[in-house]
């Protein structure tokens, strides 16, 4: 473990803005390898991964991947994670073995015609069909009427509008948990989430053009696991620094996925974050060489549950391994595998200096097209450490393929078009940050 022994954060003098681009430090001479990138997103997004979720040992097995390269790499365990895994417990509801659905004869298919609602419970039942009318909104005869339905034999359909507009009235939220299913019907896209609790019935998110217009009946098959005080972990390694090892850089990116859908169906995550993961790989892979090592310790961070709510996060700047004012910058990686449309900085606004020294390396050999600065936002692993006082950047790419917490983020179809743009970036950006 580094030495922690001047514990103030020492002059931001050394970011002045004064030196010209020709000071700033060049491009590495040879860039990311592309074929380990590839190779390291197809496994985290394979199904031995079932998602990097928390049903057969998903998150794990990703932990253990991260561990293996640290360690290969040379990175240096913590003194009280000495093999580089920081444990933690969540709670989490998961979907690990049935799944079917089919209204009316029709069998919908599990992530494309429906997914499930991340609070859902389970259940295998057929139940008539009731379709929600929205007018229970404006008429009171027919609220009283609705109140006074049985419901407990039935799915209940509902679009998502009125579902969401129910679900934020007491009597209607409380009439809703009647149901025996819940269909809530969506105008868009798919897109999954998850939850640390589970409801009594079932709770179907299907796709509105899926749907059969006049369903009159449910068939469903679901398995839920709300897994109370789960054990996963965050994974972390660090390279002394040369010159002021007590100072220190960090970059993290989160591991973790949604996990599966059923027995058969799972989420990749392919952007979201397999593609920070590797970078975060590759990025210790160049600073682990002798010829690149920084005057300040770089510390690498994995974290887990970030999908979950930022428990890996929240959970490591309340029990921090090295002292959170020694922190000197943070960048945090999420989504950083398109780029078509350039890239955004959340706190770039809150660190105009920092920003500015990025946009400047931006206009050289490795910039990643449009860079644009972005305030406070609790959307990646960056805000609790924002929170906690650590300066901090969390970096994403803009444009290219729409997939999102669906099944269609895959290694496969990633398009990786600022990849190597962005790694000389970060290269640049934190040898700069030593200087």
Known sequence: MPVFWKLTRPSLQWLGLSVCLLALPSAPAHGQDTPEVRRTLRYLTSRHLHGRGYTHHGDQRAAAFLAKHFKRLGLLPFSSARDYTQPFSLTVNTFPGNLSV?????????????????????????????HFDSLVFSQEPLLQQFLAQ?????????????????????????KLQEARAIVVLIPGKLTASLAAKQAPQPRLLVAALAWPPAAKEITIDLQARLQQSYRTQNVLGYIPGTARPDSLLVVTAHYDHLGELGRHHYFPG???????????????????????????????????????????????????????????????????????????????????????????????????????????????????????????????????????????????????????????????????LTH
């Open 150 to 174: 049985p419901l407990q034999a039935v799915a209940l359909a509902v679009a998502q509008q009125d579902y969401q507009r129910a679900m934020a009235q007491p009597l209607l939220a409380q």
């Open 270 to 432: 392919a952007n979201d974050n397999a593609s920070g993961t590797s970078m975060l790989l590759q990025l210790a892979r160049h600073f682990s060489q002798p010829a690149h090592r920084l005057r300040y310790t770089l510390v690498f961070i994995g974290f887990s549950g970030e999908e979950a709510g930022l428990l890996g996060s929240r959970y490591f700047t309340a029990h921090p391994l090295f002292p959170l004012g020694s922190v000197r910058f943070l960048i945090n990686l999420d989504l950083v595998g398109t780029g078509d449309s350039g890239a955004t900085v959340v706190n770039g606004t809150l660190h105009p200096k920092e920003f500015q020294i990025l946009q400047q390396l931006n206009s050289g050999t490795a910039s990643v097209g449009s860079l644009a600065a972005r305030g406070r936002a609790a959307n990646s692993d960056h805000f609790p450490f924002s929170e906690a006082g650590v300066p901090a950047f969390f970096l994403y790419t803009r444009g290219g393929i729409a997939a999102y917490h669906d099944i269609q983020d895959k290694a496969e179809t990633l398009p990786l078009t600022r990849y190597s743009e962005l790694y000389r970036l970060l290269t640049q950006f934190l040898t700069y």
């Open 102 to 130: 089919t209204a009316d004869q029709q069998k919908l298919r599990p992530g494309h015609d429906f997914i499930v609602a991340p609070e859902s419970g389970g259940g295998r039942f057929t139940a008539s069909v009731v």
